[in-house]
């Protein structure tokens, strides 16, 4: 299909630009005292959702493209969503299909991971969040690729579990630790030497994102490659000891752990082993995947690189092909906005901090890390904080604003796209008092956007990829259940359109959601949309 835009019979764009603010995790919940959007004071919202021009996208479940209406929303799905116009198949839904049709044990990869631990004398490695939350793994994944290994007489297999606490409630480790421990009991009883090796609180080991901190990946290649970490004798005595020496801690930030046996840790990985990590989502996993795929890599000193087979469960960048081995075949995300935008020559910019960087270029771009042209592509990262971010909840939402002015100012770019990510990222530590800060930061910064755009004659596109903050606790029988994950609301959608004059209104579709914001987009610009993207959200 060509990438060629029509234009628009009876529209042209403004005179200024147009600019979509993505606020991240800010999503429409319940008034209600959990709910840091409606807590917060922001007068700038609060106009915005008065507007005409107003309407409420779907962010969840399969509206963009997961398996079912009771699955959050996350950022990956939503900015996939959001940068390719259509709703593809997600990786959840994906490995969920080629395990029960047995495909994904029919592949070339899976059957010489196997054999490496079958006819060779390998251990079968896996490593991965151990969770349900389904953003980046599922424990029934784990369960099932375990339960082939075994079916198919691969006889020692060892686990380093990351523990969740972001997606899933923030002390539930041990949920997850004890479903696992019962299924490698019951494959003990059965002859398979089948265990926990090492793990630790996904925040600090392992799953680093967009190269934020590779001390986070370090501490993980030393627990699960190395066996080096504090040595305790199960999991399950790690997370209690660790939680009884911070009662405050929670699971994603539990430190990495060994286990070990008379001083000795139970499964550090060596020569001739296979290793799955089996995370779908890719973000998280890039970083983790470099240190075992590239022989040349300096990031950290790997002290030893064991010669294994390295699989993902999904190939995670398109662009960088990796990793080379894969079991389930990603979605093929093709014809992106910004491929669509890039070949009728419109410069364009995207912007956000480090956290969310890769949100508005890679996700946005169908899971490739590359420009699509750097001669009309302008990518700006703002290093974030290495912190917790209930610490600093403006994160950098300051910097990022001052910026997008300074790149709007230059009258190159006739669009941009920024993310902030404070409702998000604050949100997922659960502090109330600083989510509504983080909240009242973006209202600030958008407002400032704003006054920016208008006297230029320009558009400002203001929405969320998901909820977040919109539900920082719930309450049962009373009680007051600390709220990290996302949530299953709806997002805001406003077009402020500075030189309206009634040429469009918003349409009224039934299942309205992200995956209609890419022609809308394109019609704001002056262009009709190609013809199999979602519809715009506004008629003319
Ligand atoms: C994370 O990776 O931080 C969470 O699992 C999901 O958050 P995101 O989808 O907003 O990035
Ligand atoms: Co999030």
Known sequence: MSLTLKPLENFHSRSGPVLLV???GIGLGKPSEGNAVYKAKTPVLDELFKMPLYTELQAHGTAVGLPSDDDMGNSEVGHNALGAGR?????A?????AIADGSIFQTEVWKSLVRRCTEGKGTFHFIGLLSDGNVHSHIDHLIALLRHAAKEGVKRARIHTLLDGRDVPEKSALIYIDKLEGVLKELKAQGFDYRIASGGG???TTMDRYFADWNIVKRGWDAHVLGKGRMFSSAREAVETYYAEDPKITDQYLPSFVVAE???PVGTIEDGDSVVLFNFRGDRAIEISMAFEYKDFDKFDRERYPEVMFAGMMQYDGDLKLPSNFLVQPPVITRTVSEYMCAAGIKSFAISETQKFGHVTYFWNGNRSGYID?????YIEIPSDKIQFDKAPA?????ITEKT????RTGEYKFGRLNFANGDMVGHTGVMEAAIEAVETVDRCVGQLLDEVKKMNGIVVVTADHGNADEMFTEKNGKREVKTAHTLNKVPFIIVDYGYQNEYHIRSLPKAGLSNVAATLLNLLGYKKPEDYDPSLIEF
């Open 22 to 24: 993505i606020m991240d």
């Open 87 to 91: 709703v593809f198949s997600q990786g």
């Open 93 to 97: 839904k994906r490995v969920n299909e």
């Open 202 to 204: 996904r925040m600090v």
């Open 262 to 264: 008379n001083g000795k």
């Open 374 to 378: 750097e001669k009309l592509e302008t």
């Open 395 to 399: 994160m950098k939402a300051n910097e």
């Open 405 to 408: 002015i300074e790149l709007l």
